[in-house]
């Protein structure tokens, strides 16, 4: 009769998976709270963060679960979000899924009425936000020839107006 010690586990839902996470800011980020239970899950994580004081944040705490790929990319420079990729074709091969956590709006222009948004803060905030979704999964595409999973994030601000949101409800 199998008793309980028996039965092998389960092997992690993510095991042998490999996945992109783009937009760690910091340890209290959704993007590093999804990145933790992927890795919890067993699966391999490459990051990308934007630059600056995120990189000094997020490098840390990529290392820290042992990624080998870190790279930096702007995803106002497609040269950069290219590189990544490269990247990852070259380390791996090929690509399961993509976590895209990447948003930005001029902190100011999230002040007072959305009807007072500029044409410039919009289309940099949609760039950032939303199109840079669609560059990334066009350049994911033949990293996953069988297949993967992209997943971008909303918040309720997106479904319900919530002050001081303006254009990043739109975004």
Not at 14 to 37: P, T
Not at 128 to 149: H, N, Q, R, V, Y
Request: proline share 3%; charged share 20%.
């Amino acid at each position: 009769m199998a008793t309980t010690r028996d039965i092998a586990e389960p092997a992690p839902l993510m095991a042998g998976k490999r996945g992109l996470v783009m937009g760690v800011a910091n340890d209290r980020s959704i993007a590093w709270g999804i990145a933790r239970v992927l890795h919890g899950q067993g699966a391999e994580l490459a990051f990308s963060y934007q630059g600056g004081a995120f990189g000094r944040r997020a490098v840390p705490l990529a290392e820290g679960i042992g990624a080998k790929i870190i790279e930096k990319a702007d995803v106002e420079d497609l040269k950069t979000v290219e590189r990544v990729f490269d990247v990852i074709r070259k380390n791996w091969g090929s690509l399961d899924f993509v976590v895209h956590a990447l948003a930005f709006s001029d902190r100011n222009e999230l002040r007072g009425r959305y009807a007072d948004t500029t044409r410039k803060n919009f289309e940099h905030t949609m760039v950032i936000s939303c199109f840079s979704f669609t560059e990334i999964c066009k350049l994911s595409a033949d990293l996953m020839p069988s297949g993967g999973s992209l997943l971008t994030l909303t918040y309720g601000g997106a479904t319900r107006v919530v002050p001081c949101y303006n254009v990043m409800g739109v975004a």
